[in-house]
């Protein structure tokens, strides 16, 4: 079964048995005949089903509420491994914060010649309205969701740095439920470390970051664009995890520099926002002045010092594509220490000679937007036609500042319930950062997102990739 | 409380209460529509049937024959007729989806599921199994919310509102259906015992699902007066326009604890209710019960406005 990448059961492509880690699962999927796993995936996707779980996908209005398939063979990893992540994790989201107080700030990594300053100043998500600003804590990315992937035992890369609104993280909690109903024996047999602590982690940051106006009861609320979101049902369920109000644009207003809620009781006073819209859309008196979603004179209140934005505004240009290739040398500016997660060998297709030798390679790349997402627009050479790469060709050439081009990794891949029984397919891993005053914390796991068209690399939600549940286990 | 979430919570109680009537005056309906013309079946018992759900002229716009057939599906499942059965659901589950963090899952599993079982039938009815079917189950998951509602919500602003929303359609679905057919509960004319009408009332009676209940209160053969007398007047039957006043006050009393405000709704849920407490049935009929079902009607309606107004919507 084991395919040319690396396995996450098996190990190295002709490597005989599986590895230590995955024993239990070798043996659960070894004595549960197809049409039993069969069931137990149709259980879950009813599980899903009923309690709303469902995700729209952009562009497709017959798809407007789509579940994310979910598979039952659960990805594993090691608590040694999990070690390994998790101080790379807590390291560059550090590095991260510490590069946008800078930017923002004394922008000594422009003075020092390591980031170029043209890529900062010029950067769409560089954001004017936050220069010399100061977010509590000087905190900016308080939910960071840092995309890896494996290629070999030891060899994990990091792929993107999620520094707006990462999502994902109601799956991770929710497939763990489905799980524990599920495959009880297994929860049973292995110590598998809890996820169900991140609501209470979320919340008791998001206390953390509020502002010193707001005394000791302050209020958080959750910030959503509405029920058309794609990401809808994620932000009701975080809020009602939260135990915080879920509110759109419409029911916050702005009077005396602060922000109020509008409540059935009157007006009621917000200290913190936990947004998931993005910062053009949050203040039209500052940002799109065509935003319906956002709240009039919401800059002027966070000017003041009277409510903390999670995450901050401007955190876009951390998670650009471009600055992503500089990651290591920031890393090693802001920390004094060695990167301890790699970085993907990228090609910065606005040098000329990088883009020359993205042109001439374009079959074995791949090709990203330097500030796209959910892997829309973005060329795999591999899976490309001979036509679809003569196209983004003319676009590389014409834009060439926009592109980012990179090798295709060999990503591991994982054994997943497929039509005709259980076969390897690639798979990546979202762990989610928690940023505070009170320091960083990661959820043991993650989401693991799983390309479920053989061969596929594409693990979007977007573009049909599915999840599983992760879990990490005692050596 | 958000006042946006109030809101939408008002109206999925609303929603939820006209999907449930239109259920029962379908039911109620084919029954009358069944019975042999000598027994006071009526030919134009889908026409009544449009009448009393207030979409006779969205029909006549919309055209098609006064048939089950064409009349269940116009009613039921029909994506253009903005209040079917189908359209009720959508509208009290994307407030509900608004809300889902307001909330408890069962609550939300059962409007969801309502949803999605309604959706199964696509937006044309095969036949009258299909017809009977659907009823059934949308009359199953309403009191699967009911009871959902009942047994894991909060007792608070959320539970409230739903309940609120609940008792205020639920006052105008009953004063509608009455008003319908007021003309069968005038007294001139009467005939104790074999009246064709007979079958009319007990339509009536079925619709609310109080025809048992009217013999247990009365213990008297099914009179006109007193199915109005019930309907109106009577605190026993919970879709009494009396026991929907007297929840609509509950309920806002409730609402002013944990705000400590009261308003021009409150006002007005008082005024209803002490008229109620002081009619008597004679006086309604001797008043003029067309004149009283309308005027109720309006206030009813300027109540909905004047809930909306002192809760922000």
Not at chain 1, 10 to 23: K, L, S
Not at chain 1, 117 to 122: G, Q, S, T, Y
Not at chain 1, 217 to 224: D, E, R
Not at chain 2, 192 to 207: A, K
Request: net charge negative.
């Amino acid at each position: 079964m084991p395919g040319k990448a690396f396995d996450e059961m098996f190990g190295h492509p002709g490597a005989a048995g599986t590895r230590d880690v995955y024993a239990p699962i070798s043996d659960w999927l070894n004595g549960s005949p197809l049409d039993v796993m069969t069931t137990r995936r149709r259980q879950a996707e009813l599980f899903f089903r009923r309690i709303g779980i469902t995700f729209a996908v952009y562009g497709d209005p017959d798809a407007a509420e789509r579940l994310i398939p979910f598979d039952i063979v659960p990805r594993v990893l090691s608590a040694s491994e999990w070690a390994t992540m998790e101080a790379g994790l807590i390291q560059r989201v550090e590095a991260l914060n510490a590069f946008l107080a800078d930017i923002y700030g004394k922008q000594d990594i422009l003075r020092s010649g390591i980031v170029p300053e043209e890529l900062i100043v010029c950067n769409p998500g560089f954001n004017l309205a936050m220069i010399g600003k100061r977010p509590v804590g000087d905190i900016w990315v308080h939910i960071a969701g840092i995309d890896l992937v494996r290629t070999d035992a030891d060899d994990f890369y990091v792929l993107e740095d999620n520094a707006r609104t990462p999502s994902g993280v109601s799956y991770m909690l929710e497939n763990r439920e489905v799980m524990l109903k599920l495959v009880p024996e297994l929860f049973a047999k292995l110590r598998i470390r809890p996820v169900e602590t991140y609501p209470d982690q979320l919340l008791d940051m998001l206390h953390s970051i509020a502002p010193p106006a707001a005394g000791n009861a302050p209020t958080a609320v959750l910030l959503t664009p509405g029920q058309h979101n794609s990401a809808f049902y994620e932000h009701s369920f975080l809020a009602d995890k939260l135990g915080i109000e879920l509110v759109e644009g419409s029911d916050l207003f702005v009077r005396d520099a602060r922000v109020f809620m509008r409540t059935t009781e009157g007006p009621r006073r917000v200290d913190v926002i936990y947004r998931r819209l993005d910062d053009a859309f949050l203040d039209p008196l500052v940002f799109r002045p065509d935003s319906m979603l956002g709240v009039p004179g919401l800059m002027s209140v966070f000017d003041a010092g009277n409510v903390s934005i999670a995450n901050a505004v401007g955190t876009g240009v951390a998670d650009d594509k471009a600055i992503y290739s500089y990651m290591p040398e920031i890393i090693r500016f802001y920390t004094g220490a060695e990167p301890v997660l790699k970085n993907v060998p990228t090609w910065r297709c606005r040098e000329s000679e990088a883009l020359g030798y993205v042109l001439d390679h374009l079959p074995e790349l791949v090709v990203k937007e330097v500030d796209g997402s959910g892997g829309y627009g973005m060329l795999v050479g591999p899976h490309a036609t001979k036509a679809m790469i003569a196209t983004f060709a003319d676009k590389l050439r014409a834009n060439p500042d926009k592109f980012i081009a990179q090798p295709t990794l060999a990503l591991s891949t994982c054994p997943t319930l497929c039509d005709g029984g259980i076969e390897a397919r690639h798979v990546d891993l979202r762990p989610f950062v928690l940023t505070g005053t009170n320091g960083s914390r990661v959820v043991p796991g993650g989401l693991t997102r799983v390309a479920l068209e053989q061969g596929s690399l594409v693990v979007n939600s977007s573009q049909g990739g599915g999840t599983k549940d992760t879990w990490v286990v005692d050596d | 409380m958000l006042s946006r979430t109030a809101g939408n919570l008002y109206w999925v109680g609303r929603y939820i209460e006209r999907a449930d009537f239109l259920s029962r005056l379908i039911e109620a309906t084919l029954r009358l529509a069944a019975l042999p013309s000598s027994y006071g079946g009526m030919t134009n018992a889908w026409e009544s049937a449009l009448e009393a759900a207030w979409m006779a002229d969205a029909y006549a716009a919309r055209g098609g024959a006064f048939d089950e057939a064409s009349v269940g599906e116009f009613l039921t499942v029909d994506p253009a007729n903005p209040s079917s059965i189908r359209r009720c659901l959508e509208a009290a589950r994307a407030n509900a989806r608004a809300v889902r963090t307001a909330l408890t899952l069962e609550a939300w599993e059962a409007i969801n599921g309502a949803w999605l079982d309604v959706q199964k039938y696509g937006t044309r009815l095969e036949d009258r199994d299909q017809l009977g079917t659907m009823l059934e189950t949308v009359k199953a998951s309403m009191l699967a919310f009911d009871g959902a509602a009942h047994r894991t919500m909060l007792r608070g602003d959320a539970y409230w509102f739903i309940m609120l929303g609940s008792a205020v359609e639920r006052a105008d679905n009953t004063a509608r259906l009455l008003d319908v057919k007021y003309h069968l509960l005038l007294p001139h004319g009467e005939r104790v015992g074999g009246s064709l009408d007979y079958f009319q009332w007990t339509t009536i009676l079925r619709t609310v699902s109080a025809l048992t209940a009217y013999r247990w209160v009365y213990r008297d053969t099914v009179k006109p007066w007193l199915v109005a007398d019930l309907l109106i007047l009577n605190r026993q039957i919970p879709r009494s326009l009396v026991s929907c006043y007297e929840e609509i006050l509950h309920r806002l009393d409730q609402l002013s604890t944990s705000s400590a405000r009261r308003g021009p709704a409150h006002r007005l849920a008082s005024a209803g209710c002490a008229a109620l407490d002081q009619a008597k049935i004679d006086g309604i009929y001797s008043r003029g019960l067309h004149e009283f079902l309308r005027e109720f009607i309006a206030d009813n309606n300027r109540l909905g406005a004047a809930i909306a107004e002192q809760y922000l919507f």
